[in-house]
């Protein structure tokens, strides 16, 4: 039950982070690569505000959103739209570039020891033989209520259709007069948030050191890619498929006697990855580009 | 004097990875981000064996042989995935391969490195390997030109600018593949095997994701697929890099400010070559 409720929690985790990736890259066709960044940038600014000003969680949360928020937009702007424009790979270097430099602001204002955002005495509940603390649950509301506002919008309204529209043809909905950039910068930013949440939640449930930022932009694109590239549901389904097969691969006693080293969870879901692609390169639900 | 020879050593060790990278890259447009993970699976495959038996050739062979595989592997990832989607994979095979190397302890030592590597047979001084590594440099560069300029570059290019076009005039897109990416892997273990004998430690910081931008940065800066470019680049961030360390700086302020005025310079680079990166099609 412990394994299912760690799954659970990390893929919640993961999912709220490629489902808003997804979506985005199935609009902008680009990646970002200082995703990881943002994260942990997020997590590092509501760690300042609540350890070295006091400021009250409900206050810091909501102001490391707006940074993560801020800037996922100079992302956009200044990394992205720029050179998206001239060919959709170049962003995927340039964001390379602008991951060294939030880096190396990390490594001047943080330093490199990991830092835990205090949030008080955890409440814990009990499921069967697991236990889940307060963070974990609303983590998991809050996923599973961002995707149903995500799946609402996207089929009950008409800024989904334009979504839709822009990720199934952008020439064709652009001559329909849809505003495909800003529905692109729209998206980013709240992709860049959401990302930052998670960000956020790392730093409560666990800690935030400046080797989180890498691997996390790489299993969620991971996830995005093994999804199906610009399928939301598939890079959620996959996030969730990683985070248990993490949980499983460590937990479980295989064969009755093989153990598997904590630190090889990263490795063996990475790997599993690249074999599913070989195997169907495409990913589980890949979106077709309608030709008009 | 000792640092100017310690600088030709780092440039003839990364020039031969930079200039493959430039053709995989520039010329045959694949997104390989995972270069260093072949640097890494060869280094470790070669300086493993050496320390278990001390025959330097036995040691050679195994890391040509893990070269070979590792490179087989991402030359057929590069077939079988979109552009993009192999560069994130190519990343995920970089980190899957440090975390191995930093979880299995009982062989590699993990974050502690290997010491003590066994001596081969170069020379032991700073001018000697300054001397050996620009040698082997210098071996490529002028192999790199005259492949360039055969039928296989020809081919190479013709693939990264139209594949189907090329297909329809007989170029196997998987021959091509799979022989410049052993290349590459020849180039890793020729670069690496010197690199890692001048430390005398092998450590996995030297593969880490910093190390991946720095041979980005040269191969954009350069301009993807020229090799007087990539020539060029490397001399000029190896010194840069190197020039760093002489700032009158804290230990704990010189990597940040080195990530930094990279950060930038490839930003400045992609910013300088946003025309030549990624040249539109041609139309017929």
């Known amino acids: 039950m412990q394994l299912v409720l760690n799954a659970l929690v990390a893929g919640s985790l993961a999912a709220l982070v490629a489902g808003g990736l997804g979506l985005m890259y199935g609009v902008l066709g680009a990646f970002n690569m200082a995703l990881g ?3 942990l940038l997020t997590g590092l600014v509501t760690w300042w ?44 270097v340039t964001t390379i570039a602008w991951s060294m430099m939030l880096d190396a602001a990390v490594l001047l204002l943080f330093g490199e020891r990991p830092k835990s955002i205090p949030s008080g005495d955890k409440v814990l509940f009990s499921f069967g ?17 961002v995707l149903i506002a995500t799946a609402w919008i996207l089929h009950r309204t008409a800024l989904g259709r334009k979504f839709r529209a822009v990720t199934q043809h952008e020439g064709a909905a652009r ?8 529905l692109s910068r729209i998206l980013f930013v709240v992709s860049g948030t959401l990302a930052g949440a998670g960000g956020i939640f790392i730093g409560i449930d666990m800690s935030l050191s400046p080797t989180l930022a890498f691997p996390f932009t790489i299993k969620a694109y991971a996830a995005v890619i093994a999804g199906g590239r610009g399928s939301l549901w598939g890079a959620v389904i996959a996030a969730y498929a990683i985070a248990l097969a993490e949980q499983l691969l460590v937990g479980i006693r295989w064969f009755g006697v093989i153990t598997v080293p904590a630190g090889y969870q990263q490795a063996v879901a990475l790997a599993v990855i690249v074999g599913f692609l070989l195997w169907r390169p495409q990913g589980l639900f890949a979106s077709r580009s309608r030709s008009v | 004097m000792d640092l100017l020879w310690h600088t030709i050593v780092i440039i003839g060790v990364w020039l031969p990875m930079v200039l493959l990278h430039s053709c995989i890259f520039g010329r045959a447009k694949i997104f390989f981000f995972g270069p260093i993970a072949v640097w890494l699976l060869t280094a470790y495959a070669t300086f493993l064996v050496l320390r278990m038996t001390g025959v330097y050739s036995l040691a050679i062979l195994s890391g040509l042989i893990m070269a070979s ?41 993990g974050s502690l490195g290997i010491p003590q590597i ?32 055969s039928k296989f ?5 013709a693939l990264g600018e139209h594949p189907a076009a090329a297909a329809a005039l007989g170029v196997r897109r998987s021959h091509a593949f799979f022989f410049i990416f052993f290349l590459f892997g020849l180039a890793a273990l020729t670069s690496v095997v010197p690199f890692i004998q001048y430390l005398g430690i092998l450590h996995p910081n030297e593969f880490s994701y910093e190390a991946l931008v720095f041979l980005i940065m040269m191969v954009v800066a350069g301009r993807p697929g020229s090799i007087a470019g990539a020539t060029a680049s490397t001399v000029f961030v190896v010194v840069l890099r190197e020039a760093i360390r002489l700032l009158p700086l804290t230990p704990s302020f010189v990597g940040p400010v080195r990530l930094l005025c990279f950060g930038v310079l490839l930003f400045a680079a992609v ?13 017929f």
């Open chain 2, 118 to 149: 066994p001596v081969a047979p170069f020379p032991s001084s700073t001018f000697g390997m300054a001397i050996s590594t620009m040698s082997i440099s210098v071996l490529w560069l002028g192999g790199m030109v005259s492949l360039m300029r």
């Open chain 1, 37 to 39: 960044q943002i994260v």
């Open chain 1, 49 to 92: 505000l609540v350890a070295s000003i006091s400021a009250p969680l409900w206050i810091a949360v909501p102001c490391g959103l707006m940074a993560a928020a801020a800037l996922s937009l100079l992302t956009f702007e200044v990394f992205v739209d720029p050179f998206v424009r001239r060919h959709r790979f170049l962003p995927l």
């Open chain 1, 175 to 182: 001559s329909l007069g849809i505003n495909a950039t800003l």
């Open chain 2, 69 to 109: 595989i590792a490179s087989a592997f991402l030359a057929w990832t590069s077939l079988r995935l979109e552009s993009d989607s192999f560069g994130i994979i190519s990343l995920a095979f970089h980190l899957t391969a440090l975390s191995i190397v930093l979880t299995w302890t009982s062989l590699t030592r």
């Open chain 1, 129 to 145: 033989d697991g236990v889940i603390n307060l963070q974990q649950c609303v983590l998991v509301l809050m996923t599973v209520m």
């Open chain 2, 153 to 157: 570059g020809r081919r190479l290019t």
């Open chain 2, 271 to 283: 910013c300088w070559r946003r025309e030549s990166l990624f040249p539109p099609t041609r139309s």
